[in-house]
C-alpha cells in the first residue's frame, strides 16, 4: 500500500485507516448505519455505558438522536441533543469519500491529516471542545 | 423485576463501562482524536476494540464488554415486552 510507509510514524485515525482502510470504514458505516435506523425507528440503539452503569450522560450521549434529527431536517432538536452532530456528519462523510480515493490520492489525505494530529494542539483543542460543551450541558441539568 | 435480575443488570453496566474506560484509554494511546472518538461514540470504541484486540491484547475485555452488552440489552428488551404486555399494549399469545 502506496500509503502505508507514509503513515506509519503517525497515530490516531490516520494510522488506523492506513492499517484498516475500506475494512474498517465499512464495519464503521454498516454499525452507525444500524445504530441510525435503531434509533429513528425508537428501538434504542448500543446503550451508553456510562449513562447506563452511573445515569451521568457521556460526552457523545444524544449524538445517534442528534443524528436523526439532523437527517429529518430538524435543526433545532438536533441542537437541543447533541450541537456536535454535524461534525461527526461531516467527518464520517469525508471518511467515506476518502475511502473510495485512488490509492495515491489517499495516502495523500491520510498523510494530512496525520500532520494534522501530530501537531498536538489540534486534537487538544478538540478534546477540550468536546469536555467544555459536557460540562456545559451537565451544568444547565441535560440528563440524556 | 425481581432483585436478582436487577443485580445482574446493574453488573453488566459497570462491566461494560469499565471495559469501555480500559478500551478508551488503550485508544488515547494511539492519539487523542481517536480517544475522543471512543469518547463521543462508544460504538466505535467497541469496533476499534475488537480490530485491535490482538494488537492491544483485549481479547478478554471485548469478550467480557459484548457478553455485558447483549445480557443488558436482552434484559431491558425483555422487561419492555413484559410491561408492554402487562399494559395491554401488547397482546399476550
Not at chain 1, 473510495?100 to 487538544?124: Q, T
Amino acid at each position: 500500500m502506496e500509503g502505508s510507509g507514509a503513515v506509519a510514524g503517525s497515530e490516531g485515525p490516520a494510522r488506523a485507516a492506513a492499517s484498516f482502510g475500506p475494512r474498517l470504514l465499512a464495519i464503521v458505516a454498516v454499525a452507525a448505519g444500524l445504530q441510525v435506523a435503531l434509533v429513528a425507528a425508537g428501538l434504542g440503539g448500543l446503550p451508553c455505558p456510562l449513562a447506563s452503569a452511573t445515569g451521568v450522560p457521556c460526552p457523545g450521549c444524544g449524538m445517534s438522536r442528534a443524528i436523526v434529527a439532523l437527517l429529518r431536517g430538524d435543526w433545532a432538536e438536533m441542537l437541543r441533543l447533541h450541537a456536535l452532530a454535524p461534525l461527526l456528519v461531516l467527518a464520517g462523510a469525508s471518511a467515506a469519500i476518502v475511502a473510495v480515493l485512488p490509492e495515491s490520492r489517499r495516502a495523500r489525505v491520510l498523510r494530512a491529516l496525520s500532520v494534522l494530529e501530530s501537531r498536538r494542539i489540534v486534537p487538544l483543542a478538540a478534546l477540550l471542545l468536546l469536555c467544555t460543551y459536557w460540562l456545559a450541558r451537565l451544568a444547565s441539568g441535560w440528563r440524556g | 423485576m425481581s432483585v436478582i435480575v436487577l443485580a445482574v443488570l446493574g453488573l453488566c453496566w459497570i462491566v461494560s463501562v469499565v471495559c469501555w474506560i480500559i478500551v478508551v484509554i488503550r485508544m488515547f494511546g494511539q492519539g487523542i482524536l481517536t480517544g475522543i472518538l471512543g469518547i463521543i461514540c462508544s460504538l466505535y470504541a467497541m469496533i476499534w476494540g475488537f480490530l485491535n484486540k490482538d494488537v492491544q491484547g483485549l481479547g478478554a475485555v471485548m469478550l467480557a464488554w459484548v457478553l455485558s452488552t447483549l445480557v443488558s440489552v436482552g434484559i431491558t428488551i425483555a422487561y419492555m415486552s413484559t410491561m408492554r404486555a402487562a399494559a395491554g399494549a401488547v397482546p399476550v399469545p
